[in-house]
């Protein structure tokens, strides 16, 4: 069974950084590539960033490009999402998704506000 957790999430000013976690169970792990999106309040879940299965390939959103890093650690069965500069426009539950199938978790809350 397929399972995905996040966590790292919180309460950030402008321009801080925070570093989210996806812990992944289920399948192998090191086989898939992956992707975060997220969903901000009142608008539709967007892509953020992309990682192939070996973590030797990423894509990123344009708005966040140069300012998030997405890398992962097969041995450990975990991606990660490096967010600095983080703005307002941040805002939103993030998640983690498997590319093929439709699995996700079940997001982590990031908030930028002062």
């Known amino acids: 069974q397929v399972h995905l957790v996040e966590s790292g999430g919180g309460l950030v000013q402008p321009g801080g950084s925070l570093r989210l976690s996806c812990a992944a169970s289920g399948f192998t792990f090191s086989s898939y590539a992956m992707n975060w999106y997220r969903q901000a309040p009142g608008k539709e879940r967007e892509f953020v960033a992309f990682?192939?299965?070996?973590?030797?390939?990423?894509n990123y959103a344009g708005s966040v490009k140069g300012r998030f890093m997405v890398f992962r650690d097969n041995a450990k069965n975990a991606m990660y999402l490096q967010m600095n500069s983080l703005k307002p426009d941040d805002t939103g539950v993030y998640y983690c998704?498997?590319?093929?199938?439709?699995?996700w978790g079940q997001g982590t809350q990031v908030t930028v506000s002062s």
């Open positions: 998704k498997r590319v093929i199938g439709d699995y």
């Open positions: 990682i192939s299965s070996s973590g030797g390939a990423t």
